[in-house]
Antibody, heavy 117, light 110 residues
Framework: EVQLAESGGGLVQPGGSLRLSCAAS????????MLWARQAPTKGLEWVAR????????SYSESVEGRFTISRDNAKSVLYLQMHSLRVEDTAVYYC??????????WGQGSLVTVSS | QSALTQPASVSGSPGQSLTISCTGT?????????VSWYQQYPGKAPKLILY???QRPSGVSDRFSGSRSANTASLTISGLQAEDEADYYC??????????FGGGTKLAVL
């Protein structure tokens, strides 16, 4: 069974940094592209970033380009999202997901990031 | 990249069939068959119910079906059940290593 578990969320001040982790199990992590998506309170879903299985190809949404960095450790089966220069509008539940045929095939339970002074 | 357009809400009675539309542009749905649909219950993570516009993942009810034509994708739920009451999101791969979601549709089963 595919399992994804995010951690690292919390309260941070505007301009601050935070790193999210996503522990994966139940599938061949090193063979799967991975994604981050987010959902602001009472809002819809938004794609954030994607990384290829070996980390050679990375892409970001315009809203986080230059501030967020996606990375992975295939030896540990962990996906990361390093977030810098956080803004109030980055407040959201952040989900990691396994990419299968360009769809978000499996999702974690989410990690809440709150940016507020 | 603007969000795909979905109706904010739809409703139906048990047993009915219902269709949720998702309208994009030539830069997303019109350029790719890689449209997916997600079901989300309040306070829960989304769940993939269709990919490739019309393919169902293993374990998803065959009451869910999808199609795509030009810049519009559609999700049809047949034999509506109370458990189908949830939020539904469409998503399109844009072909440029990016994805765009719809704003979501709240389905009410009357």
């Amino acid at each position: 069974e595919v399992q994804l578990a995010e951690s690292g969320g919390g309260l941070v001040q505007p301009g601050g940094s935070l790193r999210l982790s996503c522990a994966a199990s139940g599938f061949t992590f090193s063979g799967s592209a991975m994604l981050w998506a987010r959902q602001a309170p009472t809002k819809g879903l938004e794609w954030v970033a994607r990384i290829w299985s070996d980390g050679t190809s990375i892409s970001y949404s315009e809203s986080v380009e230059g501030r967020f960095t996606i990375s992975r450790d295939n030896a540990k089966s962990v996906l990361y999202l390093q977030m810098h220069s956080l803004r109030v509008e980055d407040t959201a539940v952040y989900y990691c997901a396994r990419d299968s045929e360009y769809a978000f095939a499996n999702w974690g339970q989410g990690s809440l990031v709150t940016v507020s002074s | 990249q603007s969000a795909l357009t979905q109706p904010a809400s739809v409703s139906g009675s048990p047993g009915q069939s219902l269709t949720i539309s998702c309208t994009g542009t030539n830069n997303d749905i019109g350029a790719s068959y890689l449209v997916s649909w997600y079901q989300q219950y309040p306070g829960k993570a989304p769940k993939l119910i269709l990919y490739g516009a019309s393919q169902r993942p293993s374990g998803v009810s065959d009451r869910f079906s999808g199609s795509r034509s030009a810049n519009t994708a559609s999700l049809t739920i047949s034999g509506l059940q109370a458990e189908d009451e949830a939020d539904y999101y469409c998503c399109s791969y844009t072909g440029r290593l990016s994805w765009v979601f719809g704003g979501g549709t709240k389905l009410a089963v009357l």
